[in-house]
């Protein structure tokens, strides 16, 4: 990405699914193509260093993972994988075949200090361009991020407070059968287009269909059970609009009372959707 580029021709660009120019490197929105890959190595990119040990809290996103790794293979012989999982993700949005010698040749340490990191190497179209953990936080990261639909952590939350909020959901999530199979073949059913179609799609024009397909489906819901008269929501509609995500509220600082009456709802708004597909929807009085 141009430094002198405009917000509104990169959102264009992420839009219309075009790669796009950053210090030198092209990089290009991951397809659904390489579906399975992605979901193995985004985790790393999203990664919140406020989870780690305070010793790497204070240092760039890129030097703090590889100091972890350092450490780890140090003390216990083994990596982390982190590190490894950011370059893979790197080789990935610039379009290079990786293994695990792209790793060795990419990583360029303090000759003193094999601790800290320098920079990383990266070659694309016999370029060999250098990457400052800097530059990557700067640019790289934020870029690949919004290519791809991931979301970069606020570090300033507090993490057991995130966690909670993990576990929170976690309570009130039924158990499925996870596998991107399933998900590719719904979001195509749903799009009335063939599966093989979605391959060509990028990952980030995937996740935004599939979200949409699972608001339309809250909005109607609710909707429903909202104009039957049988359930109220004291704080509004969960998912008041068709088009866009309503604001995200922390259920982490809940309490226990709180948590009781939303359990209580949720019996309640099963059994008003019940209702509502038995009978002609009404407006309540």
């Not at 204070?58 to 590190?83: C, H, N, R």
């Not at 909005?219 to 866009?244: D, H, I």
Request: net charge neutral; with cysteine; hydrophobic share 40%.
């Amino acid at each position: 990405m141009s430094k002198t580029m405009a917000n509104w021709e990169k959102k264009l660009k992420i839009r219309h699914g075009e790669p796009i120019e950053c210090l030198g490197l092209t990089f290009y929105p991951v397809k659904m193509a390489r579906y399975e890959e992605f979901l193995e190595v985004k985790n790393a990119w999203t990664l919140r260093l406020t989870t780690l040990p305070a010793k790497y809290m204070v240092m760039p996103f890129l030097s703090a993972l590889w100091a972890l790794e350092y450490d780890s293979i140090k003390q216990t012989k083994k990596a982390v994988g982190f590190f490894e999982r950011i370059i893979h993700f790197l080789y990935l949005t610039l379009r290079l075949e990786y293994n695990k010698e792209g790793l060795a040749k990419s990583v360029r340490c303090l000759r003193e200090d094999p601790r800290q990191l320098s920079h990383i190497v990266l070659i694309q179209k016999g370029k060999e361009i250098e990457i400052t953990p800097q530059e990557f936080a700067a640019y790289i990261r934020p870029l690949v991020a919004e290519q791809n639909g991931l979301e970069i952590p606020d570090e300033s939350f507090n993490p057991e407070l995130v966690q909670a909020e993990k576990d929170y959901a976690e309570l009130h999530k039924a158990p499925l059968d996870y596998n991107t199979d399933s998900l590719i073949a719904s979001v195509a059913y749903l799009s009335h287009l063939d599966e093989s179609v979605i391959d060509d799609w990028t990952v980030l024009q995937f996740e935004r269909r599939y979200k949409a397909i699972d608001r339309d489906k809250s909005f109607t819901l609710y909707r429903q059970a909202e104009l039957s008269g049988m359930v109220k929501f004291p704080k509004g509609n969960p998912c008041p609009s068709w088009c866009y995500d309503k604001i995200a509220q922390s259920h982490a600082l809940r309490s226990i009372a709180e948590v009781s009456k939303n359990v209580q709802a949720i019996g309640d708004l099963n059994a008003a959707i019940s209702g509502a597909q038995r009978q002609p929807t009404t407006t309540s009085k």
